[in-house]
């Protein structure tokens, strides 16, 4: 975990290492991108805040206006509640010693749907719902493409878990996330993700309404097929959140470029190995988190690849391991390792920003609109939300 902030950091030269770095600049840039996707798509956007999981940055998705938003933890919608958020999707499968969570959000004046996929669940919802007195709205999950949970869209108990929650008054809708859009390495791949997705929530809504059973949102998203979706006919709203800030996954994808990636990790030369050719950095996996997304890609970037302070990149210089606190990098493709001696501060582009931001307490932010300096001057620190 990244040491607690540092208020009087005036530039990325001054905080302890490891920490975080978000570019405010390219932030606001990819959140204008989907945003306009969107409205050309006619949807709704309805961003997952789980990936910066910061009041601050959620501040930018709405034109600094509080705005739907997805989490993925309770602890998130009370903060982000909190911060003045009163349309929340809490978009993981619901159990019973959740719901005094969510009932007292709703009796907040906060709109929290559940989300759910067996009757079991939507049985303990509507019992919930009659207790407390209040409508608890709920999505049934739609699987689209065998990645996780939901019902498939011709599932024989679709329509008996919508009548459950519809007696209850709890029925919103339903809900997909085409997850094996992560492995889509073209864009026609994506571009046909998108279109399953869109056809396997449009299809569950359109068997709940032939039961006599009202389906106000139909929600779909991730970030490679929200940016793949060419016609959302018969959805509603549309999901995604890593596209906030982006990662190296998402560009070995095609999906953004390098250029893109918003969030990196400030580490500094702790010592040499030239016998190994190594340089070894203070910022391992505590500092990066453990994902190795990209090895299933067509190239492999390590644990991240390497910039300057400036965030040029350092060509051939990946992150090519990582113990807890330590990180090695290594020259690629038999190039020579660069001269950076003990103290040289870098940063590394991480391979999944959702995993890498959740290892740090937050970002120190600067604008990349206002040049190349050695030592980028720290605008703002945005704190992240923590725990369960």
């Known amino acids: 975990m990244s040491p607690a902030p540092s208020p009087a950091a005036r530039s990325l030269a001054d905080p302890d290492t490891p920490f975080t770095v978000v570019d405010i600049h390219r932030t606001r840039r990819n959140i204008a991108r989907l945003r306009a996707r969107a409205d050309r798509l006619g949807v709704a956007l309805r961003p997952h805040v789980k990936t910066a999981k910061s009041p601050d940055a959620a501040a930018l998705l709405h034109d600094g206006a509080p705005g739907p938003v997805t989490v ?15 349309d929340i999707t809490y978009a993981v499968g619901i159990e019973p010693r959740k719901l005094p969570r969510v009932v007292a959000l709703l009796r ?5 749907r559940v989300l759910l996929d067996s009757t079991e669940q939507a049985t303990f919802v509507a019992s919930a719902a009659r207790e407390a007195g209040i409508a608890l709205p709920a999505q049934i999950e739609i699987d689209c493409d065998g990645h996780r949970g939901g019902l498939k869209p011709d599932a024989p108990g679709l329509t008996g878990i919508g009548r459950i929650l519809h007696d209850a008054g709890c029925l919103d809708g339903v809900l997909t996330h085409a997850g094996e859009s992560y492995f ?5 791949e994506r571009r046909e993700a998108a279109r399953n997705e869109r056809d396997a929530a449009v299809s569950a ?15 779909v998203g991730s970030t490679p097929t929200a940016h793949a979706a060419d016609d959302l006919t018969g959805v509603t709203e549309l999901r995604a959140g890593n596209y906030v800030f982006f990662d190296l996954v998402m560009a070995g994808l095609g999906v953004c470029d390098l250029a893109d990636l918003a969030l990196s990790v400030v580490v500094t030369v702790i010592g040499h190995r030239p016998e190994y050719g190594w340089i070894v950095t203070d910022g391992g996996w505590m500092a990066m988190s453990r994902d190795r997304g990209t090895a299933v890609q067509a190239q492999d970037q390590g644990y991240g690849l390497v910039a300057d302070l400036s965030g040029a990149l350092i ?24 001269d950076l001696p003990i103290g040289t ?5 991480p391979h999944h920003a959702c995993a890498t931001a959740a290892q740090h307490h937050g970002y120190h932010v600067i604008d990349g609109a206002r040049g190349t300096a050695a030592a980028p001057a720290v605008e703002a620190y945005w704190p992240r939300v923590t725990g369960w």
């Not at 809504?205 to 929600?219: D, H, N």
């Not at 060509?315 to 330590?326: D, G, I, K, R, W």
């Open 315 to 338: 060509p051939n210089l990946v992150m090519t391991a990582a113990s807890q606190e330590h990180g090695t990098l290594t020259a690629r493709d038999g190039a020579v390792l660069p």
């Open 72 to 86: 993925s933890t309770l602890a998130e919608a009370e903060a982000f509640a909190d911060a003045g958020h009163c």
């Open 108 to 112: 907040r004046g906060v709109t929290v």
């Open 184 to 188: 889509c390495h073209t864009a026609e």
């Open 345 to 349: 501060r870098l940063r590394v582009l």
């Open 205 to 219: 809504a359109e068997r709940l309404r032939a039961a006599g059973l009202p389906v106000a949102t139909v929600s």
